[in-house]
């Protein structure tokens, strides 16, 4: 499958083994405003800032059974991206003690899935910016990275700038 845009609208073609032709099989995809599923490698967590940390344990331990979360994790960007761009949620990369830099690169991994997140009306970022907003300064640069369901996002970002408040 390949999954692209040209402007306003995200669209998703399938390989037809037939005729060796992708086919138009996800039209205008858009991603849900908000899911309850999350994306991160959890055996860093010892590793992360004290933001992500308390996000994900709200996550795994809300106040109310509704608000429980399932932790779905492939280990390959594309393929975690790609179930959050279609089913939403949130998919976080982020900066740790030991790369608080993030350790995904900004023009070829960071910056296309961006794209389409935003183009299907999700939300990308740093953490501190949108990341197609991040100006590079070389061509391997990383950035912390997270992206999915807009809602998701905006719940990430309030629990990354109470952490700014606390600094």
Do not use: C
């Not at 390959?76 to 790609?82: E, L, N, P, R």
């Amino acid at each position: 499958m390949i999954v692209l845009t040209v402007g306003d609208s995200v669209n998703g073609f399938t390989l037809d083994p037939s005729s060796g032709e992708f086919v138009l099989t996800h039209p205008n995809i858009k991603t849900p405003k908000k899911a309850n599923i999350y994306s991160i490698n959890e055996g860093y967590s010892k590793f992360w800032f004290d933001p992500v940390k308390n996000y994900i344990a709200k996550l795994k331990d809300p106040k109310d059974s509704k608000s429980i979360y399932s932790q779905r994790y492939v280990g390959s960007m594309v393929a975690d991206v790609h179930r959050t761009l279609l089913y939403g949620g949130i998919f976080l990369y982020p900066g740790d003690t030991r790369a608080p830099d993030g350790k995904l690169r900004l023009l070829y991994e960071a910056n296309p899935m961006a794209l389409l997140l935003e183009k299907a009306g999700g939300k990308a970022t740093t953490g501190t910016k949108r990341i197609l907003d991040v100006v590079p300064k070389s061509i391997h640069e990383r950035v912390p990275v997270f992206l999915g369901s807009k809602e998701n996002i905006e719940e990430l970002e309030s629990f990354l700038k109470e952490g700014e408040k606390k600094q």
